[in-house]
């Protein structure tokens, strides 16, 4: 299997842009993850899924962040508009009920 | 609510040394246990695990034992190499729910 997959790998936008992130889970796996990763605030999750329908949402940061996933192959985060404090690693993750849980390469945001 | 609480880093050893990282948790029934790596510039990968009490989880020469009386799992290995330079994240999941990570500790290893 190819693994969690996640596009682009890097993205630099300006201010006031829409960013759209993109995941593909592992084949089989019925919950997935985002997460976000900085120096200040380390590892912090945003929203999961379960069988493709929202189960929190409760750390999204607020409501410039939006998260979908229309099928259960494909997820997508987006930031609209974008700011600077957005800048960040953002993590895809899935998993199956027997809790192991696979992460994606990860998406470098930066916002100027 | 569960919670997971690591050692405060960064570490940093010599090559050959003996490596610890305390990690404790709080939780109600049992929670199944991880230990998570993440290497420069890439994701977390799942390092070891254990699902109940007085488990032993092990991979690369890294071991951690579940222990509930003690609410602990602390990574351990006897010989560190410069190559296991990284961050370690402890985790527990109770159930269906979220994993519950620590903070992450930075580890280094100097040649």
């Known amino acids: 299997d190819a693994g969690v997959i996640q596009s682009p790998r890097h993205e630099v936008t300006e201010m006031g842009q829409e960013v759209t992130l993109r995941c593909k889970p592992i084949?089989?796996?019925?919950?997935l993850f985002w997460y976000r990763q900085t120096m200040m605030r380390g590892l912090e999750l945003l929203i999961y899924?379960?069988?493709?329908?929202?189960?929190?949402d409760s750390g999204m940061p607020e409501d410039r962040f939006s998260a979908k996933m229309p099928n259960a192959s494909f997820s997508t985060l987006k930031i609209q508009p974008s700011e600077p404090r957005d800048s960040a690693v953002y993590f895809c993750a899935s998993r199956t009920r027997s809790n192991e849980q696979f992460f994606g390469p990860g998406t470098r945001l930066t916002v100027l | 609510g569960n919670s997971v609480t690591q050692m405060e880093g960064p570490v940093t050893l010599s090559e050959e040394a003996f490596l610890t990282i305390n990690c404790t948790y709080t939780?109600?029934?049992?929670?199944?246990l991880f230990w998570y790596v993440q290497y420069p510039g890439e994701g977390l990968q799942l390092l070891l695990k254990?699902?109940?009490?007085?488990d032993k989880g092990s991979n690369k020469g890294f071991e951690a034992t579940y222990r509930k009386e003690t609410t602990s799992f602390h990574l351990e290995k006897g010989s560190v190499q410069v190559s296991d330079s990284a961050v370690y994240f402890c985790a527990l999941i109770q159930g269906a729910q979220k994993l519950v990570f620590g903070q992450g500790t930075r580890l280094t290893i100097n040649p």
């Open positions: 084949s089989g796996h019925d919950y």
């Open positions: 254990a699902t109940k009490a007085d």
């Open positions: 939780a109600t029934g049992y929670p199944s």
């Open positions: 899924f379960n069988n493709n329908v929202p189960i929190d």
